[in-house]
Every structure is written in C-alpha cells, then in structure tokens.
C-alpha cells in the first residue's frame, strides 16, 4: 500500500520487472526505485537480491518497508538491521543480502496467539483499521524523506 501510495505521488507507474512490479522516479537528484515482489513471501529476497544486483544498490540504499505483529495496529517505526522476528519476507531477504539493511516497520498488531497468525495476516483490514489506513501510510512515507 506505501509502495503504491509513493508510486502515485511521484507520478509513476508499476511494470512487470524482477519477479516483480517495478516503478522508478527522480526526485531531486535521486533515483528512486520501488518494488514490490510478486513471488511468494518467502522468495521476496530473490526479486529485491535481482533489482540490488542489476542497479548496484548497495544495501544500505535498500529499504524494505514490512508489515509487523510486534507493533499495534498503526505504529511505525525505522530501523537498520537486526532480526526478523518470524517475518517470512525479511528471511528471505535477509538471506539474499544480509540484515544490513533499513526497514520501514508497519504495526498491524497481534491476533493474541501465534496459532492465529497465519490466517490474520492474511484477512482484510477491519472497518476501524481501514479508516486509519491513510494517517498510517502518510506516517510511513514521512519516514523516507522523498
């Protein structure tokens, strides 16, 4: 959702492009990238490993932005590096390039037991969390200081 709020504010659009959908943009003097792999999630390092690869971006210019179980429901936060925490997609990333790079974390909140977890990462946004949405994704694309 950040991708494609970020895609339409710098005015580009998506193709299909490393196992993936791809769009690029200058700002500034800055190209941007964006991706959003479209292969399983715990195959996403491949697509983000082929695009690094390809553009020689080193992986302190890679930020991933991830949704994460640990925040509530719209907390955002930033890091670089570390661990990742169960997140399929990290593992796979990480696994393609090592941990060193920045990610946008995105709070959806936790179902309560990591038996439900599966199924809530999976299901829709509640009404109450649709609502939020926007504020969240706003405060998500502040974070990356286009």
Partial sequence: MVADSLSTALKTSFSSKFS???????????????????????????SVQAAAQFYKIPNERITVLHDELDLAFGTVRMKTGGGDAGHNGLKSITAALGAEYTRIRIGIGHPGHKDAVSDYVLSPFSAAERETLPSVLVKAMALLSL
């Fill in 20 to 46: 993936g959908l791809f769009a690029s943009a200058q700002v500034a003097s800055e190209k941007i990238f964006l991706l959003k792999p479209q292969t399983y999630m715990n195959l996403s390092g491949n």
